[in-house]
């Protein structure tokens, strides 16, 4: 009885084992067969957010310098200059250039002059002279020009006739007539000797005989009245 008991005992650990084996076979092919089932709530897989670029970094930007600013504007004023003078003397005299513009009637001419006080006698640019005779009174025919060159025909009174001494050459009379003569204000009538000054800068020469007691010329001066 007690073997008996022995070989059943050890025939139902046999077995035990046997089918334990057999299960653990049946596991492992089980696993490798069939594919597992996914499941909704264990197995479902979140995709995170994307994450955002990062800024661009500053500091690697190349710099940009910034348009130069004007803090302060230094501007240099020129010291005023002392006015000048424009009457003299006790008799508060004008005072004129070496160079002036000067009405000369009744041909009403604006001409450019030169202002000589080293001539005695005003003398003036003209052009076809001749002398001619009315009513037995003498007179003189003769053009002046204009600043476009034009021709304007003159015939005055005779008043006498003047040696002028020449640097080069003959001594040369000339005719004189007298004209209305402004500058600086001053409107006299005086003698006026008729010349070819097509070789001089200025078609009238202003002498003594208008300075007098009329203007005071600074040389260093030009175009003090103006047109």
Not at 25 to 44: F, H, I, K, N, Y
Not at 78 to 104: K, N, S, Y
Request: proline residues 8%; negative net charge.
């Amino acid at each position: 009885m007690y073997i008996n008991r022995t070989i059943l005992y050890s025939s139902d650990m046999t077995f035990t084992r046997l089918f334990a084996i057999v299960l653990l076979l049946l596991g492992v092919s089980g696993c490798a067969s069939v594919e597992p089932t996914p499941d909704s709530q264990s197995t479902q897989v979140t995709t995170a957010p994307a994450c955002p670029e990062p800024p661009p970094c500053p500091v690697c930007e190349p710099a940009i310098c910034p348009e130069p600013q004007v803090i302060e504007k230094i501007v240099e004023v020129p010291a005023p200059q002392p006015p000048q003078a424009t009457t003299a003397g006790d008799m508060h005299l004008p005072i004129v250039g070496e160079v002036e513009w000067v009405m000369v009637e009744p041909a009403a001419l604006l001409l450019e002059a030169r202002i000589d006080t080293g001539a005695e006698t005003t003398s003036i640019h003209a052009e076809d002279i001749q002398l001619v005779e009315k009513d037995g009174k003498r007179y003189v025919r003769f053009n002046l020009l204009n600043e476009e060159g034009v021709k304007i025909q003159q015939e005055l009174r005779l008043r006498r006739r003047v040696l002028i001494k020449q640097l080069v050459g003959e001594p040369e009379r000339r005719y004189v007539v007298r004209m209305w003569v402004t500058l600086a204000g001053t409107r006299s009538r005086i003698d006026v000797n008729l010349s070819d000054r097509e070789d001089f800068e200025y078609p009238l020469l202003v002498g003594r005989n208008f300075l007098v007691d009329s203007v005071i010329v600074d040389v260093s001066r030009r175009y003090t009245q103006g047109r």
